[in-house]
């Protein structure tokens, strides 16, 4: 990817974000977010990177991850979990726990994984 490319990208990730809009507009239900991550990479050098966001209702709601696999050539989008921040407050569910896997091809490794723990908090009414 080239500079002018990635640039690009990034540009379209703001954009994506703001268009979100707020959690306390989307969700006005919602107080706050809590999402564990365990990111895992299989293949020469594996790594793990433990990650806690915390989104508040002040927060956008975009709840999008970058893939830490920087040489990956298939996998453009990361991890969404937007779907599932979704159906959780649907069904009005506290906390959900689950996967997410790419199995985009890079140098260095053959896929990259996420565990996740996702925590919802709710306004009292």
């Known amino acids: 990817m080239t500079y002018r490319e990635k ?3 990034r540009i379209e ?3 994506k974000k703001h268009d979100a809009g707020l959690i306390s507009k989307r969700f006005p239900e919602v107080s706050s977010i809590v999402v564990d991550m365990e990111h895992h990479r299989k293949g020469i050098s594996p790594i ?3 990650r806690t966001l915390i989104f508040s209702s002040g927060s956008h709601a975009y709840f999008h ?5 920087s040489d990956c050539k298939d996998c453009t989008e990361g991890f969404d979990l937007d779907q599932v921040v979704a159906a959780m407050i649907r069904g009005h569910a506290s906390s959900r726990e689950g996967q ?7 140098l260095t490794s053959s896929y990259v994984n996420i565990s ?3 925590t919802i908090q709710y306004t009292e009414n």
Do not use: H, I, P
């Open 48 to 50: 793990l990177l433990l």
């Open 13 to 15: 990730r703001m954009q």
């Open 116 to 118: 996740y723990k996702v």
């Open 100 to 106: 997410l896997d790419c199995e985009g091809n890079g």
């Open 7 to 9: 640039c690009d990208a």
């Open 65 to 69: 991850v970058e893939c830490l696999n």
